[in-house]
């Protein structure tokens, strides 16, 4: 039997989803896309999973790109199918209702940073080399690359990263605003893992919330978009949770959300 191409495992309300192709540097085929696809619908429907943590098998990659053997041969349309398969994915992880957290141990290259991109928070290994260096195969950034980084860090970043194709350390990857944090390679699981249980601790309706205002606000103009927060903000009104919270500050206790 082959090795599946995706392992997940649950840490309490934590789930560690794996990218499983360390031979191949965990490139992203397209039976890899689908089994990430799925994976982050299952884990948004299971009211257990409260964050997901995404990461790369092996020492040396968090991703190292899109497949390039599977792409070496495929037609115009099936080229555009196969950047509509990612990005369908990549949407998907971006507007989920629970954080994601991207831990970056080792390359994040091409599609591998825009799937690095599309987590709502990075953490990455010093080791880590993050780029997109598509131009370099005569190719152009398909998952989003070209419109994330330059949501996330800017034109000059967007423009230095995708035309020259040369990966960043992770040092830079920082300074640019690529990545949340950095950390020796030797204490990555530990720190993400901290994050992770941290975030799981929180309440889920109100991080749910943040990540629509910032998804929806991203988007539209300031009007729009503080209109959008205030009626987010509205809703939280209707949660146990806004309730929990509010008593345990002026309780002085801690709060325990219960995502209702
Ligand atoms: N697609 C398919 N296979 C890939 C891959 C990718 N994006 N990246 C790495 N691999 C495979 C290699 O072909 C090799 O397979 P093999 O052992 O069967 O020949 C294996 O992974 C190990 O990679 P290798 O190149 O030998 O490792 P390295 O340490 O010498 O170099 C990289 C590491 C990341 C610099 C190099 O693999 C690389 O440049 N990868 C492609 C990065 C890229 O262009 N990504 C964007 C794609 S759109």
Request: charged share 20%; aromatic share 4%; net charge negative.
């Amino acid at each position: 039997m082959t090795d599946p191409v995706l392992l997940s495992s649950d840490h309490g309300a934590v789930r560690v989803l794996t990218v499983n192709r360390p031979d191949k540097l965990n490139a992203l085929n397209a039976a890899t896309l689908d089994a990430l696809h799925a994976a982050f619908r299952e884990a948004a429907g299971d009211p257990a999973v409260r964050v997901v943590v995404l990461t790369g098998a092996g020492p040396k990659a968090f991703v190292a790109g899109a497949d390039i053997a599977e792409m070496n041969t495929l037609a115009p349309v099936q080229g555009r199918d196969f950047a509509l398969r990612g990005q369908r994915m990549m949407r998907f992880v971006e507007t989920m209702p629970k954080p994601v957290v991207a831990m970056v141990n080792g390359f994040a290259l091409g599609g591998g940073l825009e799937l690095a991109m599309c987590c709502h928070l990075r953490i990455a290994a010093d080791t880590a080399r993050l780029g997109q260096p598509e131009v370099n195969l005569g190719l152009i950034p398909g998952f989003g690359g070209s419109q994330r980084l330059l949501r996330l860090a800017g034109r000059a970043a967007t423009l230095e990263l995708c035309l020259t194709g040369a990966p960043v350390d992770a040092g830079r990857a920082l300074q640019l605003g690529i990545v949340n944090r950095v950390v020796p390679a030797a204490e990555l699981e530990e720190a993400t893992m901290a994050l992770a249980q941290q975030l799981a601790k929180s309440a889920p309706l109100a991080l749910r919330g943040v990540l629509d205002c910032v998804n929806h606000g991203g988007e539209c103009g300031i009007e729009e978009g503080l209109a959008y927060e205030a009626t987010q903000f509205g809703l939280m009104f209707s949660t146990e949770d806004m309730r929990e919270g509010t008593s345990a500050f002026l309780e002085r206790r801690k709060p325990d959300f219960q995502g209702r």
